[in-house]
Each structure stands twice: as C-alpha cells, then as structure tokens.
C-alpha cells in the first residue's frame, strides 16, 4: 500500500511541474489566420455583438493603438490565449464602441 501511495505521489509531483512549465515557459503565442477565416470566426460575430470595431494594425503600431483605447484581440481561453496575427505580421486589435 504504501508503495501504491509513493508512486502515485511522484506521478503526481510529475504532473505539477509538467503542469507549471507548460505554463510558464515564453513562447509565441499567436495564430496565423486569414482573412476569410476571420470574416467567418464566431468570435468575431460574438465581439460585434458586444459592440466592438476592429482594425489591424501593423507591428510598429500596435502601442500607438493599445494607447487610442484598442485592446489585442485573443482567441482561446485565459492560459491559453493567443494573439491574432495575418502571415504578414498584422496584429488584430479592438475597440468597444460605448
């Protein structure tokens, strides 16, 4: 019995550390996506609902717009956030029109 608990404590250390790291570790977290696929998204109809415009901005630019108001469009969910970005480096941000 006490052997059961052991290995199943050191599997489960294991998976804590996998866990964190995973999390943890820096990495690009962007998606490529196209125009067509986002002018099809749900997440895009989901954010207009809730009266957002969008724009994308060039790399260069992203501040100057983070300072207007606009805020970086993320798909997925709060540990798993990625940013929007076209093949050619544009990133996508919005804006609530309140």
């Known amino acids: 019995m006490e052997v059961i608990v052991s290995v199943a404590s050191i599997i489960g250390g294991i998976a804590a550390i996998w866990f964190i790291v ?3 570790v820096i990495r690009d977290k962007s998606i ?15 954010l207009k609902e809730k009266g957002y415009e969008f724009r994308w901005s060039n790399p ?9 108001g606009y805020k970086i469009i993320h798909t997925g969910h709060f540990y798993n956030r990625k940013q929007i970005k076209k093949p050619n480096g544009q990133v996508l941000v919005g804006k609530r029109n309140d």
Do not use: F, P
Not at 32 to 46: G, H, P, Y
Not at 60 to 68: G, N
């Open 22 to 24: 995973d999390r943890l």
């Open 32 to 46: 490529e996506v196209t125009d067509t696929w986002w002018d099809s998204s749900s997440l895009k109809s989901k």
């Open 60 to 68: 260069d630019r992203v501040q100057e717009r983070l300072d207007s």
